[in-house]
């Protein structure tokens, strides 16, 4: 049997925190574990998230290491790791639970949420793309056995690509379940930034990622790229 810690990394998420743990209620009256992993929001995030989270633990900012030490801090026999900004599919605990009765881990199709019709298109390629290449992204809400999980390391401590990281370390042990029932995300950071703009940015960070590229000098680059107000997660 499945127990799943569900890891929810924010940043200045004040905005959505309470509606997205309201919304994963129901696995947590199944025996999921919610545990917050706050990088040091000033809006009230850990305020909101206290009552309706299991844990709510203050990390220091980053993408890898937090996640792992919150991990750490975990009970389940499988860890979730989901954006804030991301609605998982009803059931999605049993999902899992079957996908990892066949894979040590994998990821959900992906959906985006807004007005522009090319998001449909932008998250369709997502999907296929990760289904080819067995790489998933942060944002298809990657979950992984605990056993899986310490074998390959967790993840890498890197400031970004930590998603592309982790994916490589787990692939080797097998490719990703993938389930075909979307999670649905946000398109906030695209409408922001404009949805060609971002969507040729994420391309132009992954293709120097995958060349060799130093994920810090890739880091520096997208916070050049973004808006002051920058939320807990908006990596490629």
């Given at each position: 049997m499945v127990?799943l810690?569900i890891?929810?990394?924010?940043?200045?998420?004040?905005?959505?925190?309470?509606?997205?743990l309201?919304?994963?209620?129901p696995?947590r009256e199944?025996?999921a574990?919610?545990i917050v992993?706050?990088g040091?929001?000033?809006?009230g995030?850990?305020?909101?998230a206290?009552p309706?989270a299991?844990k709510?633990?203050v990390v220091?900012?980053?993408?890898?290491?937090?996640m792992n030490a919150?991990?750490?801090?975990?009970t389940g026999?499988?860890f979730?790791?989901l954006h804030?900004?991301?609605?998982l599919?009803d059931?999605?605990?049993r999902?899992?639970?079957?996908?990892?009765?066949?894979?040590a881990w994998g990821?959900f199709?992906l959906?985006i949420?807004?007005r522009?019709?090319?998001?449909?298109v932008?998250?369709r390629?997502?999907?296929?793309?990760?289904?080819?290449?067995g790489?998933?992204?942060?944002?298809q809400?990657?979950?992984?056995?605990?056993?899986?999980f310490?074998?390959?390391?967790?993840f890498?401590?890197?400031p970004?690509?930590?998603d592309i990281?982790i994916?490589?370390?787990l692939?080797?042990l097998c490719r990703?379940?993938c389930?075909g029932?979307?999670v649905?995300?946000s398109?906030?950071r695209?409408e922001r930034?404009?949805?060609?703009?971002t969507?040729?940015?994420?391309?132009r960070?992954?293709?120097?990622?995958?060349l060799?590229?130093a994920p810090?000098?890739?880091?520096?680059l997208?916070a050049s790229?973004?808006?002051?107000?920058?939320?807990?997660?908006?990596?490629?």
């Amino acid at each position: 049997m499945v127990r799943l810690t569900i890891v929810i990394p924010t940043l200045n998420e004040a905005a959505i925190i309470a509606t997205a743990l309201r919304a994963l209620a129901p696995l947590r009256e199944r025996g999921a574990e919610i545990i917050v992993a706050d990088g040091g929001s000033g809006d009230g995030t850990v305020r909101l998230a206290e009552p309706l989270a299991d844990k709510v633990i203050v990390v220091p900012r980053g993408r890898g290491a937090p996640m792992n030490a919150v991990a750490a801090l975990g009970t389940g026999n499988a860890f979730l790791f989901l954006h804030a900004d991301t609605a998982l599919p009803d059931q999605a605990d049993r999902l899992i639970e079957a996908a990892l009765t066949r894979r040590a881990w994998g990821r959900f199709d992906l959906r985006i949420a807004g007005r522009h019709p090319l998001l449909a298109v932008i998250a369709r390629m997502i999907s296929w793309r990760s289904r080819l290449t067995g790489i998933a992204s942060g944002d298809q809400a990657i979950f992984v056995s605990r056993g899986a999980f310490i074998v390959v390391g967790g993840f890498p401590d890197l400031p970004l690509m930590e998603d592309i990281a982790i994916s490589r370390r787990l692939k080797r042990l097998c490719r990703p379940a993938c389930i075909g029932t979307p999670v649905v995300t946000s398109g906030r950071r695209w409408e922001r930034n404009g949805v060609i703009r971002t969507t040729l940015l994420m391309w132009r960070l992954r293709l120097a990622y995958y060349l060799g590229v130093a994920p810090a000098r890739l880091a520096a680059l997208y916070a050049s790229e973004q808006p002051s107000t920058a939320q807990s997660h908006t990596g490629p």
